[in-house]
């Protein structure tokens, strides 16, 4: 499996912004997940979703900010984020696992490459 996340960028606070995760590979039992990460942490669960049920979850702490969805005719899972802040300056991430969504990243097993996001205040 392989994934390729896009959509980070420089935005003011407020603003929304859609991240895509774009797989390929063999992946229809898998999660696919978006966690993000700052300088000298772990990085953080968002959000996932099932590729074969299309079942969500999505950490409490942005669940009235955040959705995730995906498009099967494009193998893209998308998280979009409102009103965003500057603590959600960050480089995401998009993830795959092989069953249910889990909120550990050490779970996933097939990682894209990140993209920035940041917010300006």
């Known amino acids: 499996v392989q994934l390729q996340a896009s959509g980070g960028g420089l935005v003011l606070t407020g603003s929304s912004l859609r991240l895509s995760c774009v797989a390929s590979g063999t992946f229809d039992t898998y999660t696919i997940a978006w966690f993000r990460q700052v300088p000298g942490e772990d990085r953080d669960f968002l959000a996932a979703?099932?590729?074969?049920?299309?079942?969500?979850n999505t950490a409490r702490s942005v669940y009235r900010r955040v959705t995730i969805s995906r498009a099967i005719a494009k193998n893209t899972v998308y998280l979009e984020m409102n009103r965003l802040k500057p603590e959600d300056t960050a480089v995401y991430y998009c993830?795959?696992?092989?069953?249910?969504?889990?909120?550990?990243?050490?779970?996933?097993?097939?990682w894209g490459q990140g993209t920035q996001v940041t917010v300006s205040s």
């Open positions: 993830a795959a696992r092989d069953g249910v969504a889990t909120v550990s990243q050490y779970d996933y097993e097939y």
């Open positions: 979703v099932n590729w074969r049920s299309g079942r969500t």
